[in-house]
């Protein structure tokens, strides 16, 4: 299976307002794919209807060829890790109970993990450098290190493909980086990320392809050098916009 | 491990004092002899058929309250969460309350329990619906004191239309809550409904640890959200229903064992279930205790006492909530 995730035609309505209007979208295996847009664009909408969290009203979406909405919620977890854009914790658990919470579909509890849990869990733990900090409480952390562990939580499940929504908000450009290697090395080994960010230097930098939302309709889509054109920042954020630089040095300014 | 067996030792050890201590002086030998069927008959029905059936209602009574508040705290990620403070208790109450004056308990003596869950599931849902929709902490505990205030003037509508005109006494005890004159035959009808209720809730405690992250993302972690919430409210239900059937309400209990059992569990809402249990019954039972040796002619309410120790808690917990905006 090369295709992991498929969106068709997809229409999100939220309290009567059409948030997503016929969006179409795929992710292959190996694949790391952006969704930008401003806000309000339908990223959030988009990603979470994919994952059948929220309600499709048209259109299809297809996880590993099947409905992820009429999935058992422990396969479609295995299958997709998903991160919410505001991700919560109601208790503040310990850093590495958090990450452990991404075991549950694998049947892994704090009372009893398999070998495998604990390799998933420390694996995780390291790739968002939080090995230090795997004993603190969440309320005694600072707002970036309580992303990366909700991330580390989203990395503990294994899961093929990792969807997640704004993973660098309030990230510092280090971390911001950090967040690309993981991404990168997600898709190295075989597996697929769908990421949604307002960070248009890190998806050009990043995705191999890039998917530019507004108004609940994709504006442009392909490589970022090809879809992020002027005349499309200019048709997204209604201000004039380029890519400009090389490689790792690509940034994108506005007027 | 070490926390459950603490907590059993306590529980041990407040009930034996409940065995002890009472209005009558009897000495320890007396009281071993009593318990065992020998010595004063006097004795022996005080000790067999007053204290021991009242200190282990209590112990099951504050067990129950314990890990039902906790179960609920975990399903709507709320820590002021309890049957008191929702009006599950009170609506177990009015479902017992109506066995009674309808005759029904006289004719099947299941009525009373069965009539309690009957209302708490009902109560125990409603608030779980509502709660869906109002997500705060404050708002819950307003949903609650509505249902509570509403089953409290049920109760005594149908005390003042029963055919048998109850007595005030009646209703003070339904809805202050009081475990005086309870007898093994109540104990034997209660624990069931009690036990199922506490094994339901258990088989839910992994689902209650992935509502850590809120609703939908528990959902896209693994969770069958509709079945953890089917186990807890029907859980919550058996086992506030199965309490207050015999006792009445008693509140806070359930707010007060999970709070202090929460930090020696790093924070973890499945394995604060059982725990929360040993605390609530433990601290019921000395509650219990304690009422019984206060200097006063009439006793203190078992539901008066719990709540003059947990309603100061509640408050302080509120006000915590509110100054952190809400958890992490």
Partial sequence: MTVLLEVTNAVVELGGRRVVDGVSLSVDRGEIVALLGPNGAGKSSLIRAALGLIELKEGRTRLYGADPALMAPDLRARRAAYLPQKPEAAWPLSVEALAALGRYAHGGAPERMSADDVAAVEAALVACGLGALRKRRLDEISGGERVRAHLARTLAHAAPLLVLDEPTAGLDPAQTLAVADILRAQAGADGAVLFSTHDIALAARAAGRVVLMRAGRVIAAGAPRDALTPSALQDAYGRPGRLIGEGAAIAAVFD | ?328
């Fill in chain 2, 1 to 328: 491990m070490k926390l459950l067996a603490t907590l059993a030792l306590a529980s041990l050890a407040v009930i034996a004092a409940g065995l002890f201590i009472g209005p009558v002086a009897l000495s320890v030998s007396e009281v071993f002899a009593a318990l065992f069927g020998s010595g004063e008959p006097q004795a022996q029905a005080i000790v067999q058929e007053v204290r021991a059936p009242r200190v282990v209602m209590a112990w099951l009574v504050g067990a129950a309250l314990g890990i039902t508040g906790a179960a609920l705290q975990g399903l709507l990620r709320n820590p002021l969460a309890d049957a008191g403070v929702l009006g599950v208790s009170g609506f177990a109450a009015l479902g017992a309350v109506l066995a009674f004056v309808s005759g029904a308990a006289a004719l099947w003596p299941m009525a009373p329990p069965v009539g309690a869950l009957a209302l708490a599931f009902v109560a125990a849902l409603s608030v779980t619906v509502l709660a869906a929709a109002a997500r705060n902490a404050a708002t819950l505990a307003l949903i609650g004191v509505g249902l509570s205030s509403f089953a409290g003037g049920l109760i005594a509508l149908a005390l003042n239309l029963a055919p048998n005109p109850a007595a005030l006494a009646d209703l003070v005890n339904w809805t202050l809550g009081s475990v005086e004159g309870r007898s093994f035959a109540d104990i034997a009808l209660a624990a069931p409904f009690i036990a199922i209720g506490a094994v339901l809730m258990l088989i839910a405690a992994p689902g209650l640890r992935a509502l850590t992250l809120g609703e939908e993302a528990a959902g896209a972690l693994g969770l069958r959200l509709n079945r953890t919430r089917v186990l807890v409210v029907l859980g919550a239900a058996a086992a506030a229903g199965g309490a207050t059937a015999f006792v009445g309400v008693i509140g806070f209990v359930g707010v007060a064992a999970p709070h202090l059992i929460r930090p020696l569990v790093a924070h973890d809402p499945a394995r604060l279930l059982l725990p929360s249990a040993l605390a609530g019954g433990a601290m019921l039972a000395l509650a219990d205790v304690i009422v019984r040796v206060l200097p006063g002619d009439t006793e203190l309410k078992l539901g008066v006492a719990a709540a003059l120790i947990g309603g100061p808690l509640f408050a302080l917990i509120a006000a915590r909530l509110a100054a952190k905006g809400g958890a992490t």
